[in-house]
Every structure is written in C-alpha cells, then in structure tokens.
C-alpha cells in the first residue's frame, strides 16, 4: 500500500503563486509516475501535470503549460508542484497519485488540497 499525503494549497490572489507538495509512504519503490490532478466544483477531475520517477521528463496539460512546474525529490519520495501566475480558473482541489507501472491507471491517490484564486 502507498500512503499520500498534499500540503501547500491556500488562497492566493491572481497572478500569485503556490507551492504544492505531496509525500508517499510506504511501497513507494515501485513507483513509475507521480502525476498532480484538479476538480473545480461541477466539472471533471482534470490532467494537470506527471512526472516520472527514473528518468524525470514531465508532462503538462496545455492550460497549465508555462506556469506550473512539476518536479521530484527522490530521496524524500515527494513530488511538488510550482504554480505561477496563478488564475481564478485554476481554482479547485489538487490531487496528487501515484502509478506504480505502465499501463495500469494510478492506483493511489491522496486526499487532495484545495486551492482558491482570488480575481
């Protein structure tokens, strides 16, 4: 089992920014990808950004491209999120999962923190 754990998420006005984090516990060597995801109230958990964990390349979703960094520390099996220019539409709740192999779907997922921005 993987335990997730996301910290960082806040108020901020518009154009501010964010940092997230977001901690794995437990069977956490198996890891492939780690990936940030969003809800905003009455849509679709959204793609934000993944990472994967041997090799570092990154993908972001085109909304988000140029603003928000997605990185890793490996040591401390954390993977965060850098949200600049922050706007009110990236307002939602951010979750963090994890994807222990490919082809399988992220199997864990954390709590999830919400994040607000101001107009």
């Known amino acids: 089992q993987v335990h997730l754990v996301e910290s960082g998420g806040g108020l901020v006005q518009a154009g501010g920014s964010l940092r997230l984090s977001c901690a794995a516990s437990?069977?956490?060597?198996?890891?492939?990808?780690m990936g940030w995801f969003r809800q905003a109230p009455g849509k679709e958990r959204e793609f934000v950004a993944h990472?994967?964990?041997?090799?570092?390349?990154?993908s972001y979703a085109d909304s988000v491209k140029g603003r928000f960094t997605i990185s890793r520390d490996n040591a401390k099996n954390t993977v965060y999120l850098e949200m600049n220019s922050l706007k009110p539409e990236d307002t939602a709740v951010y979750y963090c999962?994890?994807?222990?192999?490919?082809?399988?779907?992220?199997?864990?997922w954390g709590q999830g923190t919400q994040v607000t921005v101001s107009s």
């Open positions: 990472v994967i964990w041997s090799s570092g390349r990154t």
């Open positions: 437990g069977r956490t060597f198996s890891t492939w990808r």
């Open positions: 999962a994890l994807d222990s192999r490919p082809g399988e779907g992220y199997e864990y």
